[in-house]
Nanobody, 115 residues
Framework: QVQLVESGGGLVQPGGSLRLSCAAS????????MGWYRQAPEKQRELGAN???????NYVDSVKGRFTISRDSAKNTVYLQMNSLQPEDTSVYYC?????????WGPGTQVTFSS
């Protein structure tokens, strides 16, 4: 079993930055892939970025150059640094963890733009 808890969402203005955190209940090296998905209103959930236990990263084209996924193994935490945020980035952001046997999801954290 893996419990994932996100934090760091909130209100942001266009061009602003946020850093999301995902704390895992066990060593992130025991989780094959950790990542961030997002779901905007009335849209399907999509992958934003992920990182393997070996450290390889992958980004969806729409966030390349703006978002950076990283990890702190001592804290069992994965981060998503989001820069140059735009209104289309408004979404609920979900942390995920995939082991050999199961996918795990956090409850999500909301990122919303303020005018």
């Amino acid at each position: 079993q893996v419990q994932l808890v996100e934090s760091g969402g909130g209100l942001v203005q266009p061009g602003g930055s946020l850093r999301l955190s995902c704390a895992a209940s066990r060593s992130i090296f025991s989780i094959n892939v950790m990542g961030w998905y997002r779901q905007a209103p009335e849209k399907q959930r999509e992958l934003g970025a992920n990182i393997t236990s070996g450290g390889s990263t992958n980004y969806v084209d729409s966030v390349k150059g703006r978002f950076t996924i990283s990890r702190d193994s001592a804290k069992n935490t994965v981060y998503l640094q989001m820069n140059s945020l735009q209104p289309e980035d408004t979404s609920v952001y979900y942390c995920t963890g995939r082991t050999f046997s199961q996918n795990y999801w956090g409850p999500g954290t909301q990122v919303t733009f303020s005018s």
